[in-house]
Nanobody, 120 residues
Framework: QVQLQESGPGLVKPSQTLSLTCTVS??????????WSWVRQPPGKGLEWIGY???????NYSPSLKSRTSISRDTAKNQFTLQLRSMTPEDTAVYYC????????????WGQGTQVTVSA
């Protein structure tokens, strides 16, 4: 059973960079045909896809967040990381790391989510 766990700060000041790490256990982030993604859910709104990094290859980002987003991986630690720059209060949300097999129609494993609040 694959398990994902987010870690990072719960409070970020406006204009700062958010850095969240997802630690994966029970599976390898180098497993073929897997996408390792970040999604978020602002209060009172639906889920928003931020981007993913595939098991092999370059990351892909939501067009609306592309200019502020970086996703990277550390295969030695079996982790992948989200960086979101120039944070604003509109970025306040629960952030989830999720996995998806390329041939699956939906995300298969989810982290528990971590609340990130942007406030001075």
């Amino acid at each position: 059973q694959v398990q994902l766990q987010e870690s990072g700060p719960g409070l970020v000041k406006p204009s700062q960079t958010l850095s969240l790490t997802c630690t994966v256990s029970g599976g390898s982030i180098t497993t073929d045909y897997y996408y390792w993604s970040w999604v978020r859910q602002p209060p009172g709104k639906g889920l928003e896809w931020i981007g993913y990094i595939p098991s092999g290859g370059s990351p892909n980002y939501s067009p609306s967040l592309k200019s502020r987003t970086s996703i990277s991986r550390d295969t030695a630690k079996n982790q992948f990381t989200l960086q979101l720059r120039s944070m604003t209060p509109e970025d306040t949300a629960v952030y989830y790391c999720v996995s998806k097999w390329m041939f699956s129609p939906a995300f298969d494993y989810w982290g528990q989510g971590t609340q990130v609040t942007v406030s001075a």
